[in-house]
């Protein structure tokens, strides 16, 4: 009996890794000397992009890749538990925590069209769990602001955020 209490105890008060949650870092199947995955030096493909809040309006998922690379490169960092990805005029410098990740925030620009004199500035951030050395879940948080004459007839309100779900897997070359 104290037992089960025990147990409904833990799951009340949210102890223990959710194994649905993506993003869980409960469970370090990490393979360092530090318990760290590292992940597979080379290069990546982004097998599957989806959209998770959009309030600005600006994906658009035929160019996923100008908002995280299709493909990247991986490297070893410089540190213990760090790597770089590395592509599509993006590189992140990221720390590996057990089986999660986080990297530091790049900038990067792209015109807004239609022939509006305008540029929306991304601030991205990723972060995300390794699967395995060789698969992970990357979660690009994106906040946009717009810079340029005709950001006031582009419609949406900003600064506001973007944020992404991007499943990746090393070719193995």
């Known amino acids: 009996m104290q037992l089960v209490l025990l147990g409904l105890l833990i799951l009340a008060c949210g102890g223990g890794a959710d194994d ?18 590292e992940p597979m030096e080379g290069e990546w493909l982004s097998d599957r992009y989806s959209m998770v809040r959009d ?8 160019l996923p890749g100008d908002y995280f690379p299709e493909s990247f490169d991986v490297f070893p960092g ?4 760090t790597f770089e990805m590395d592509g599509g005029g993006f590189t992140f410098e990221c720390t590996v925590t057990g089986n999660g990740y986080g990297c530091a925030t790049v900038e990067s620009t792209l015109p807004v069209g239609y022939g509006m004199s305008a540029t929306f500035v991304f601030q991205t951030t990723v972060t995300g769990v390794f699967q395995a050395e ?40």
Do not use: H, Q, W
Not at 136 to 146: G, Q, S, V, Y
């Open 20 to 37: 649905t949650d993506p993003y869980s870092t409960g469970g370090d199947t990490g393979t360092s000397g530090t318990g760290s995955i």
């Open 55 to 62: 309030p600005c309006g600006v994906y658009n998922p035929s």
């Open 78 to 81: 410089e540190a213990e538990d």
């Open 134 to 173: 060789d698969r992970m879940i990357a979660k690009p948080n994106l906040d946009i602001t717009c810079n340029g004459v005709d950001c006031g007839g582009v419609p949406a309100e900003f600064p506001c955020e973007m944020v992404l779900d991007v499943e990746a897997s090393a070719t193995g070359m």
